[in-house]
């Protein structure tokens, strides 16, 4: 038995996905920059390391996606007849449980902190032969960490949207929603300016309540996704106009009556089954194969359609 034939991206999507690619890989780069910049200077405040840890998760959701796609483009092969589509969704929901998990140790260790009533200390640092309070450092480090994720976030939502790519999605809208991290921990640092221990503590939980929300919702999708939950859109989390589309697809071909659809998600491509109501004698594999083609071409991700013919009255 032959193995289904490798999915075929239309040209205007399959550029998208390229750029999608190239985003990623400049996620990579930018957000490595950032790690960076911010492990110099990260001197004993909670909030820093907080930050920190979490432009190091940043780097997680990318790198999953980059080997994602490079799996889903081998197709399907003897061994995985149904190709390597979901290894997407698979990339989702490591990203998304690297998310929840690193958000919960951060929410645990810094409550601790502040249980315990940890002071932090910024003290001088030497730059150019001057001597400057820490925390200006640190904050002018923070508005650096906040600019690559917020414009690479921006840059990918209309191109997840487009390609329904739910991973891209999630880390474009963690990316975009980042200036809050940014900002949180510039608030801590500047309370502990002010003689405020407590501000960084809080501001280290705040972020890690943010990393925690982001994760929870994610794992949450990406769980529903694998387990065959009817396709969404990805930033609405609607159920897919795809769904409508294909049922009046099918109902449109002469001979067909009603028809009902069930459909799964396998990365950016939606299959399943669709079953009609047969009004006409005629050739029943030439109908269902009308049906077929009408239903593939009624949304791009679509692909891979089964069809059953059903007796009147069972739809």
Request: hydrophobic share 50%; glycine share 8%; proline share 4%.
């Amino acid at each position: 038995m032959k193995t289904r034939e490798a999915y075929v991206w239309p040209e205007e999507k399959a550029k998208l996905r390229r750029r999608a690619i190239r985003l990623e890989w400049a996620t990579l780069v930018a957000m490595a920059s950032v790690v960076i910049v911010l492990y110099f200077v990260l001197g004993s405040s909670q909030a820093m390391r907080t930050a920190w840890t979490e432009d190091i998760l940043g780097l997680v959701p990318a790198a999953a996606y980059l080997v994602a796609v490079s799996f889903e483009r081998r197709g399907p092969t003897e061994r995985f007849p149904f190709g390597f589509y979901r290894a997407v969704s698979v990339a989702y929901l490591v990203g998304a449980t690297a998310t929840l998990l690193v958000g919960a140790y951060l929410l645990a260790d810094n409550a601790i902190k502040l249980v315990n009533l940890e002071h932090p200390t910024i003290g001088l640092m030497s730059i150019a032969g001057y001597e400057v309070w820490g925390g200006w450092v640190m904050m002018a480090a923070l508005l650096y960490s906040i600019l690559p994720p917020v414009v690479l976030g921006r840059l990918k939502l209309p191109v997840a949207r487009e390609i329904h790519d739910k991973p891209l999605m999630a880390d474009a809208s963690m990316q975009k929603a980042d200036w809050m991290t940014g900002l949180g921990a510039i608030v801590g640092i500047a309370g502990v300016g002010f003689g405020l221990w407590w501000a960084d503590a809080a501001a280290a939980l705040f972020i890690s309540l943010s990393v925690i929300r982001d994760g929870a919702g994610h794992v949450g999708r990406a769980i529903g996704d694998l387990s065959d939950r009817i396709p969404h859109t990805v930033d609405r989390d609607a159920v897919h106009p795809a769904i409508k589309a294909a049922r009046e697809a099918a109902a449109d071909v002469a001979g067909v009556g009603k028809a009902a659809v069930k459909f799964r998600e396998e990365g950016h491509l939606l299959t399943g089954v669709v079953y009609v109501e047969m009004t006409e004698a005629g050739n029943v594999a030439e109908r269902m194969d009308q049906v077929r083609r009408s239903v593939e071409k009624s949304d791009w991700r679509l692909y891979d359609i089964s069809v059953v013919p059903l007796p009147r009255g069972e739809i």
